[in-house]
């Protein structure tokens, strides 16, 4: 569990894409970020409070009704020691290289996204 400084009451990150849909979890540590194509994360200063990296898992899979449902993994570790703030990190399409779902193709309720999952390391 990430210990959140004192006077900050939630971690925030600002996703710029195609689908600028934010599902945050109950658990602070954890966010969800969907988005379909390249995007950029925009990393503010209350989000590198007591944090020194980020750790992106890069998925691909499907949400219904607005719950995801995961499949493959793939880690990649930004160092975020030496950003300065605000600061971006790109995600392209190469990083999203992934096996998709073998489902039926998504009913009026299943929204297909590539998403991320940014685990937060404290120091």
């Given at each position: 569990?990430?210990?959140?400084?004192?006077?900050?009451?939630?971690?925030?990150?600002?996703?710029?894409?195609?689908?600028?849909?934010?599902?945050?979890?109950?658990?602070?540590?954890?966010?969800?970020?969907?988005?379909?194509?390249?995007?950029?994360?925009?990393?503010?200063?209350?989000?590198?409070?007591?944090?020194n990296?980020?750790?992106?898992?890069?998925?691909?899979?499907?949400?219904?009704?607005g719950?995801?449902?995961?499949n493959?993994?793939?880690?990649t570790?930004?160092?975020?020691?030496?950003?300065?703030?605000?600061s971006?990190?790109?995600?392209?399409?190469?990083?999203?290289?992934?096996?998709q779902?073998?489902?039926?193709?998504?009913?009026?309720?299943?929204?297909?996204?590539?998403?991320?999952?940014?685990?937060?390391?404290?120091?």
């Amino acid at each position: 569990m990430l210990d959140i400084p004192a006077g900050v009451s939630s971690l925030h990150v600002y996703v710029y894409g195609k689908n600028e849909l934010i599902f945050k979890n109950t658990e602070p540590d954890i966010q969800f970020v969907y988005f379909d194509g390249d995007s950029t994360l925009t990393v503010t200063e209350d989000f590198l409070i007591g944090l020194n990296n980020l750790r992106l898992i890069l998925m691909s899979g499907m949400a219904i009704n607005g719950f995801p449902m995961f499949n493959s993994t793939s880690l990649t570790d930004v160092d975020i020691s030496d950003l300065k703030l605000p600061s971006l990190i790109t995600i392209d399409s190469s990083m999203l290289n992934l096996p998709q779902l073998t489902f039926l193709r998504p009913t009026s309720n299943i929204e297909w996204y590539k998403f991320a999952v940014m685990h937060l390391k404290t120091r």
